[in-house]
């Protein structure tokens, strides 16, 4: 999604939640084992700055929505990146999970707070986790 703020073009990839898991660890994901998964984790690595090995306990899903909020600022040469967790869950299910990476990204969060993480892929990468309520849930 695609977004203005002032004068500049905002690249924002939401994860919406309730109460299912982030997908595998990266250590899960990994242990299917394959070249391209080494060389994928390797090219997320790269583009969020971060040095291998990563800890097999962050969740891969939370690497990937990253990096394609970075990917899709690049392709419409927006300066800025937001990965958004839009969460219903009233007990911040898995929030410890986005605390740990964004940890790794070297940062501390907050629910319902946007935090600079910096120049990540040539972009300023922000996180953010946002409480939604669960009335407007369609269950």
Do not use: N
């Not at 997320?44 to 971060?50: N, W, Y």
């Not at 898995?94 to 940062?107: E, I, K, M, P």
């Not at 319902?112 to 990540?120: E, K, N, P």
């Amino acid at each position: 999604m695609l977004a203005r703020a002032g004068p500049d073009l905002v690249s924002i990839a939401v994860e919406g939640k309730v109460e299912e898991l982030f997908g595998p660890t990266v250590g899960e994901w990994l242990a299917e084992g394959s070249k391209g998964k080494d060389k994928r984790l390797t090219f997320l690595c790269d583009l969020l700055g971060l040095q291998q090995p990563v800890p097999g306990l962050i969740r891969y899903q939370l690497f990937h929505r990253t990096a394609s909020a970075i990917i899709e600022a690049r392709r419409f040469c927006a300066p800025h990146a937001i990965m958004l967790v839009h969460s219903f869950s009233q007990t911040h299910e898995w929030f410890t999970d986005y605390v740990a990476f964004a940890r790794l990204l070297g940062v501390e969060v907050e629910v319902d707070r946007l935090v600079t993480v910096g120049q990540r892929g040539g972009v300023e990468l922000h996180l953010c986790w946002v409480c939604g309520d669960e009335q407007y849930l369609d269950r």
